[in-house]
């Protein structure tokens, strides 16, 4: 049974469609990789001119404020000017967020992209992907291959470094053990993020449309064995975060298009010291970030720089003089310190666990996306998601569902 949360107990984040933490921007089709059930078409445009990239970009900047421009794919790595698109995008005012495999990033290719002005990486590595070389059959066996690129960003200094797992019902049980590595490594881990299988879930009981006519949609999103047979939910993730992280509570959210109380974007910050989740922060403290930010910037914050995420200790302490959750975390601290004054000036990281749940369908055939989402990128001079770019591809349009008529 998928824990159960209420929305209006947390910070629902002010992101929205024209101001947002994060934008998505895709210079490329192409990939060194196929992932189970990626809804990417391989066979694509494949790269686009730098020309080309800057006109969206210009399109994101006279209609959309955002503080990350996500750079996405295909795999941005395998784009051959990747290294002056990032230079594009800093320029421009962004932080420029590299969505990757991390198949194509070595030592000297990560040089060039700090000295670009990259601001972090987002690694998506999970059991979905057959890498060349990699024997690893589990997601705990792949947290090798995790902790390889964490390290090379660490080495480097000053980057953000976040991984994407895609869950599905099959590797569900090892979310346990995803959040226990990525608080072992908070150091040089800022964000764990787990994405749940984005299933077709086409039904009998619809007719999809686009553009008003009718279509045959079975082709378009693909299924797969990995998936197993359970569309998860944020809450069957909760779930098993709980079990490793009982006193694991979220502080903001974005809800649903269709349902104002579900969860599609789900985030909780732990406070770690010394490998020990010392608690996790109230919605207040998170409020007080996104309105503060958006304050001195004009943009509301999504990725952090590492040297802002160790000051975990500040903002337990700061924030605990009005809030009593940030408070517990600050007198777990002291005590923690008390026990072992050598560990006073040790920091304390705040990591984030986000979940991610994708588009569902409704009873009654609405689909449920994520109100003010921060995938949106650009599409013939227009703003659109980006989980359904094959829907406008194929059909011109996004594709609606419709109940069929029920013969007595």
């Known amino acids: 049974m998928s824990a159960v949360l209420n929305h209006l107990d947390y910070y629902r984040l002010p992101w929205n469609y024209a101001d947002n933490g994060i934008s998505w921007l895709e210079p490329t089709t192409d990939c060194n990789l196929r992932c189970e059930g990626c809804y990417r078409d391989p066979n694509g445009s494949g790269h686009k001119s730098l020309e080309q990239v800057r006109a969206e970009l210009e399109v994101f900047r006279s209609l959309r404020k955002s503080d990350c421009m996500s750079i996405a794919g295909g795999d941005p790595l395998v784009y051959p000017d990747i290294v002056p698109l990032v230079k594009m995008v800093r320029e421009m005012g962004w932080k420029p967020i590299i969505n990757t495999n991390g198949l194509a990033l070595d030592a000297p290719l990560l040089r060039e992209l700090k000295q ?10 999970d059991t979905s992907q057959k890498r060349p070389r990699v024997t690893a059959k589990t997601e705990i066996e792949l947290n090798e291959l995790r902790l ?18 895609t869950v ?11 959040v226990d590595w990525a608080r072992q490594h908070a150091d040089i881990v800022q964000t764990m993020v787990f994405i749940l299988f984005r299933s077709p879930g086409l039904s009998g009981d619809f007719d999809y449309y686009a553009g008003g006519r009718r279509i ?9 064995e990995w998936a197993g047979g359970k569309v998860l939910m944020a809450g069957d993730v909760v779930e098993k975060i709980q ?18 109380s579900s969860f599609k974007w789900l985030l909780a910050n732990r406070i770690v010291f010394k490998g020990e989740t010392m608690g ?36 337990a302490f700061a924030m605990g003089l009005f809030d ?24 304390a990281h705040i990591q984030s666990l986000m979940i991610i749940q994708p588009v569902n369908m409704l009873p009654d055939g609405r689909q449920d996306m994520c109100d003010s989402c921060p995938d949106i990128t650009v599409h013939e001079g227009k703003l659109v998601w980006s989980c359904r770019l094959e829907e406008m591809n194929q059909f011109g349009a996004f594709v609606q569902s419709v109940p069929k008529e029920k013969t007595p």
Do not use: W
């Open 148 to 165: 390889h690129y964490a390290r090379l960003l660490a080495d480097e200094g000053g980057l953000s470094c976040s991984f994407n797992a």
């Open 243 to 260: 079990e490793v992280e009982p006193a694991y509570n979220p502080c903001a959210y974005l809800n649903g298009t269709a349902d104002p």
């Open 116 to 125: 670009a002005g990259v601001f972090g990486f987002t690694f998506h590595i």
């Open 324 to 347: 009593r959750k940030m408070r517990r975390i600050a007198g777990g601290l002291v005590r923690r310190i008390v026990q072992k004054p050598s560990d006073a000036l040790a920091p």
């Open 280 to 315: 996790y922060v109230s919605p207040k403290f998170m409020e007080l970030i996104q309105t503060g930010y958006h304050l001195f910037t004009g943009k509301y914050l999504s990725y952090a720089e590492p040297h802002s995420t160790s000051r975990g200790k500040l903002a």
């Open 168 to 178: 599905s019902e099959k590797t569900a049980h090892e979310v346990p053990d995803l």
């Open 216 to 224: 045959d949609f079975g082709h378009t999103y693909k299924e797969t």
